[in-house]
């Protein structure tokens, strides 16, 4: 006996996953954003840029995930 349905479940599933990618996307572009002035010679700016941006493609690619799965891409 299931507590939901397997349509329920899916779109559980796929609402999850896609406010967290979305959520992440976007803390990790405020966050690139914010290191834009600062000093570009610094190693750990430089650390920090390419972990924001590795952030937003996960993030990309977990929406692009959720997109596929429901059929919209």
Same mark, same amino acid.
């Given at each position: 006996? &299931?507590?939901?349905? =397997?349509? $329920? ?7 999850? +996953?896609?406010?967290?990618?979305? *959520?992440?996307? +976007?803390? =990790?572009?405020? &966050?690139?954003? @914010?290191?834009?002035?600062? =000093?570009? $010679?610094?190693? *750990?700016?430089?650390?920090? @840029?390419?972990?924001? *941006? ?9 929406? *692009?995930?959720?997109? @596929?799965? @429901?059929?919209?891409?």
């Amino acid at each position: 006996m &299931n507590v939901i349905s =397997d349509t $329920q479940f899916e779109w559980f599933l796929t609402l999850a +996953v896609g406010l967290l990618a979305g *959520v992440w996307l +976007v803390y =990790d572009a405020i &966050n690139l954003i @914010r290191t834009a002035g600062a =000093d570009g $010679q610094d190693p *750990v700016i430089r650390d920090k @840029r390419f972990g924001y *941006v590795i952030g937003m493609v996960i993030g990309v690619i977990g929406l *692009v995930g959720v997109l @596929r799965f @429901r059929g919209m891409l």
